[in-house]
């Protein structure tokens, strides 16, 4: 499914993020709430591509159904070379290089940086998750207490 294609009312969370994207000059289609995120995921109009590390996914959780490519690993967040070409190995069935993306990390900023990754190698609807898994650390350095897609109540399980 592409941007292009979309007929229906989600259309429009994906228009504004892309308008505001022109207007703050990222680098990248825009950024979703997870909120957002979880509606165009659910309704099967956006593929969810998890960036956060496998360690991450294990211990901290997933969204079920998401897809899986990392763009750094181990606990020194070594950058993924590959996780150009293994986001378009994931995203063949999905419409490839054309279909709306949303990438997920633990606070939305990793998933800036693949945001503009996949937007340089050609992709063309990849869309930041605001907020990531986790959510922002808070005044006594911990995550999860007031922003974040597990914050807000969204579906995850844990291993």
């Known amino acids: 499914m592409t941007v292009d294609t979309l007929e229906r009312p989600l259309d429009a969370i994906l228009q504004r993020a892309q308008q505001q994207a022109v ?34 996914l294990k211990f901290v959780g997933h969204v079920p159904g998401s897809v899986h490519v990392p ?12 996780f150009v070409r293994e986001l378009e190995a994931k995203l063949a069935a999905h419409g490839g290089k054309q279909a709306v993306v949303l990438l997920l990390c633990r606070s939305g900023k990793r998933s800036v940086l693949a945001a503009t990754a996949a937007t340089q190698a ?34 995850w399980v844990q291993d």
Not at 126 to 154: K, M, P, S, T
């Open 71 to 82: 763009w750094a690993s181990g606990t020194a967040l070594t950058r993924n070379p590959r």
């Open 122 to 155: 050609g992709f063309t609807h990849v869309f930041n998750v605001l907020e990531g898994f986790e959510g922002e650390i808070d005044e006594a350095g911990q995550r999860g207490h007031g922003d974040g897609w597990r914050f807000h109540g969204l579906p």
């Open 23 to 56: 207007q703050q000059q990222l680098g990248y289609a825009g950024g979703v709430t997870p909120q957002q995120a979880w509606a165009l995921f659910h309704a099967g109009e956006a593929v969810l591509v998890d960036v956060r590390s496998g360690e991450e």
